[in-house]
Each structure stands twice: as C-alpha cells, then as structure tokens.
C-alpha cells in the first residue's frame, strides 16, 4: 500500500529528531526516494506535500503534528521531545559563522559528498581559473566551472566484466561541472543560475552547489524548480551540519553528448581541466590507488569534522 503525506512526514521527523520546515521535509524524502508513491504532479510538489500537512493540523483535530515555529514554519510530532532553542541557536551560529570562509573551502564538502552519494559517486577536482591562460579582458567570464567530476559506472563491477568493458572499447563515464556558491537567495539566484550555465553547459550534468540553501523560502524553491526545469541545471543544497546528507533539490538533466569545442577550449587554456581529462582517460580499475591521487581527496568522516570547525564552517 503507498504511503501517504503524513505518513512519510512523519517517517522524515523521526529519522531528523528535530522540528523541519515542509519544504525541507519532502526534498530529505525525495532523496530518499519516498515521494514517488505520493504521485504529486505540478512544477512545485513541494508545495503539495506542505499544503497535505497544513490541511491536516488545520482540519484534524487527531493530528499528530504541531507547529513550534512560524518564521520560517517548523513542524515536529507531538510526541517529539526536542531542543527549539538549541536547534534555534544552532541555526543562528551557522549564519553567523558563514562569514568566515570563502567559496573555495566547500570544494571539499561537495569533494566528500559527489563520492558518497549514490547519484553520483564520483572523483572531483578544482580548477583553479587563476591558472588559465590569460585572454582579453571580459572573453573568458563564466567559462571555467569550479569543479568537474567523473563518475565510472564499472568501478564497483568483478574484474572479468571490467576486462569485458576495456576489451570492446567502452567505458560507461558520466562527467559533471559545479558551480559553488557561498549562499543562494532570491536575489541572487537568477545570476548564480545562468552563470551555472554558461560554464557548466558542456557536461553531461552541470550543477550549482551551495551551503544550506533556505528551503523554507517558497519563493526561492520555485525559482529552481522553474529554472532547472527549462534550463537543465541542478541544484545541490550542501549540509554543513552532516556533509553525506547533503540534498540534491533539483537533479540536472543529463545530456548524451558532451560540448567537445567548449572541452578543448578549456582544456588549451587550463591546466587542471587538461590533467582532468588526462585523468580519466587512463583511468585503470586496477590501479585506482593511483587515478585516486590524481583527484581532490576524500575526506573521511573525523578528518571532514577537523576541516569544517577550522574553516569556521561548522561550529
């Protein structure tokens, strides 16, 4: 039997043990596939599911859930026991520390995240425009993406079909280009977008990236869907708090063929982007130690924990 509205509501406040915003409820269920029982159809499902949990704590009297927030609304069980103002305070705190680092330091957030999760596992590495060639003034302006990344679709395969795949010349690969941001809001979501645009375009799957986006903004969660649904860039939402369950709120779409003048642009101009390339054409299953230190490293989960209280991320 599906689940309802409710019903997955309240497997997500359980799992969270904290008051949530519906918004934020339904895309921690969309990625852990529960809305797709829900059938929700429109551009803003989202909406959808807040209007179900609304309707009920208006009209049921036997509701199970109760508002302890209004500005952004936060939703918990009645029978929730939690800290408001620890979690109110916690959230002022990653506000407040955001101030301290710079968009290069999230690099290893999305680093850790693209190989955990599972629509993606994949290798990273930073570009750094800095290096590129220089050209005239203006010419190159949004053409570098921050981050690329390979996926290998074999790399968890036996070894015989890993011999099968290289000895009939296919290597099944997805790449992706990032655009990170320190913060997204309405006001700058639109020039953030299209600059994801204009240098993400060429991948298979182009993204922008940024730190616990606002999904309790209804506003800013229909512009991305909007946006992402004509244009084809995803968007990622990072988690500060706990970096592998980082929300992927709206998914790229994924284009067969990648832009290969845009790819040999890049590649004459920029020495990271060539290595890259380098990269995953020798890419070697059996050798993964060594294509492994050719990418951005993997942060395990105590060494990530060090790296977000440094750089003042994460307090």
Known sequence: MAKTIIEVAKEILELKKEALNPNKMYHIANEMGLTKELNLNG???WASFGAGIYMDIKENSDSIFEVVATKPMLIKLKNQV????????????IKESK???????????????????????????????ESSKKSQKGVDKWLYSDMVGVSF??????????KFIGKFNFLPIKIYAFEIKKHLSVGNFREYYFQAVSNSSWANE????ALDIDESDEELMDLIKRLSFSFGIGVISLNSQNVDESVILARAKFKEGLDYSVMNELSVKNADFKKFLES???FNIEKEYRSKSEFDEILNAERLESYLKEKKIKG
């Open 43 to 45: 551009k803003t499902p």
């Open 99 to 129: 101030t301290f680092y710079n968009e290069r330091d999230l690099h290893q957030l999305l680093t850790r995240f693209a190989f955990v999760n599972d629509n993606f596992k994949a290798y990273t590495k930073t570009i750094y425009h």
């Open 206 to 209: 182009g993204y922008l990236v």
């Open 82 to 93: 939690i800290n408001l103002e620890a979690q109110m305070e916690k959230n002022s705190e």
């Open 280 to 282: 995953v054409e020798e």
């Open 153 to 162: 679709e074999y790399r968890n395969y036996q070894k015989e079909l890993n």
